[in-house]
């Protein structure tokens, strides 16, 4: 699991330099336990030749809190009548006209919708209001532009990040198209801050983790070390 975080960090360091490429971003809704999660998934990473780097927010519905979260996206983008989760898995959302739900559609039109959207100048990271910790108000999952806030920047739960570089980078759109267009631009530095925004959480949580697995396996050392003393005093005394 590390290694793959690693890997990640690698690419997403890779990718943004790269002006010709939009920011692509969506929320990926899965459950490991599912054949067609575990198909499209493979499908993501290994068959679908896309043409523009894709980042997802993977969110595992296993995790019941997860299921709360992926139908509230649904609610707010006004999804809640057609879809359902977790029956409806795998499912990608971009936004309330660009969704993809079930293994046949994205494999049938995922690389068209990259492809769009590349063309189009990137696609923003998906935004849920959701209640902020300390219960003062709601907050946009992703950064809007306004003024602070605990969440500002961030997504509900604690998704995985996935992302997907292009195999072969489309032409279409050019570093002075990107820069000429300011629109485009705030949306691929907004969805960029999002990413690296999740990424550090999820290095931290990881950082936090290895600290208590090595406090763990000190403390089980040490209780070792008594153990293997107490049963040598006890032989050194009954021997004597």
Known sequence: MVLRYAVILLVLAALVPMSASAIICGVYFTTPSNDDCAKIENYIFNESNLTGNLTLIKYDLSNSDNINIANMFLEQYGLSEQYDMPENVPFILFDERNHLAGNDEIKECLHLKVEQFQEDGGCPCPEVVFPSPSGAGNDKASDSGGGGGENEGDVPGEPEIIVVNAKDISPHITETEEETDDIDNKRNEKSEKLVNKLLEKDEK?????????????AYLAFLAAVIVLAVFVYRKKSRN
């Open 205 to 217: 949580r990881r950082m936090e983790e290895r600290q208590e697995m090595t406090f763990t396996y």
